[in-house]
């Protein structure tokens, strides 16, 4: 085979991967900013003003978001407080995939946050627009699974350990 051979083989297979991808593209935008995607008021609110540093107390706020009063230590799983979650926020989080439910508590009526639990470096788990607002409101310790660290933002003031 001749260079003008492969550069012909390489040319068809880009423009094969370019339309594979252009309907991947066209399905995410269909799914996430033109299908009307069902925005319903949660279950259940959460009035975590009311609850006593007595006593454990828990309430799930969405997806793997859990909001933990334990003996007046507040803990916060895989915090997404934020309509839309997904990549770092870029041109107001335009990738990101929409919360089927809102969030079950208004952003001041969440408390100071201690610790912030993060499961594993998925941004639906890892939702840095949501560190963000945690980091306005608190200062609190962040814990991240091992090799984690350099995907969190320098804006992101906080005491950072890893486990693992």
């Given at each position: 085979?001749?260079?003008?051979?492969?550069?012909?083989?390489?040319?068809?297979?880009?423009?094969?991967s370019?339309?594979?991808?252009?309907?991947?593209?066209?399905?995410m935008?269909?799914?996430?900013?033109?299908?009307?995607?069902?925005?319903?008021?949660?279950?259940?609110?959460?009035?975590?003003?009311?609850?006593s540093?007595?006593?454990?107390?828990?309430?799930?706020?969405?997806?793997?978001?859990?909001?933990i009063?334990?003996?007046?230590?507040?803990?916060?799983?895989?915090?997404?407080?934020?309509?839309?979650?997904?990549?770092?926020?870029?041109?107001?989080?335009?990738?990101?995939?929409?919360?089927?439910?809102?969030?079950?508590?208004?952003?001041?009526?969440?408390?100071?946050?201690?610790?912030?639990?993060?499961?594993?470096?998925?941004?639906?788990?890892?939702?840095?627009?949501?560190?963000?607002?945690?980091?306005?409101?608190?200062?609190?310790?962040?814990?991240?699974?091992?090799?984690?660290?350099?995907?969190?933002?320098?804006?992101?003031?906080?005491?950072?350990?890893?486990?693992?």
């Amino acid at each position: 085979m001749t260079n003008n051979h492969l550069r012909h083989i390489f040319i068809i297979f880009i423009i094969i991967s370019l339309s594979g991808c252009a309907q991947y593209s066209r399905d995410m935008l269909w799914e996430n900013k033109i299908k009307p995607t069902p925005y319903d008021a949660p279950d259940h609110f959460v009035r975590p003003d009311r609850w006593s540093d007595e006593y454990v107390t828990y309430a799930w706020l969405g997806y793997a978001t859990v909001l933990i009063n334990f003996y007046g230590t507040w803990i916060i799983t895989d915090p997404v407080l934020l309509d839309r979650i997904g990549p770092p926020v870029v041109f107001d989080n335009l990738f990101g995939i929409k919360r089927i439910t809102q969030l079950p508590l208004a952003d001041n009526e969440l408390p100071a946050v201690d610790i912030v639990l993060v499961s594993h470096p998925h941004f639906d788990h890892l939702d840095l627009a949501s560190l963000r607002l945690l980091n306005e409101s608190a200062n609190y310790n962040l814990v991240v699974p091992a090799l984690t660290k350099d995907l969190i933002g320098k804006e992101i003031k906080t005491s950072l350990s890893s486990t693992g």
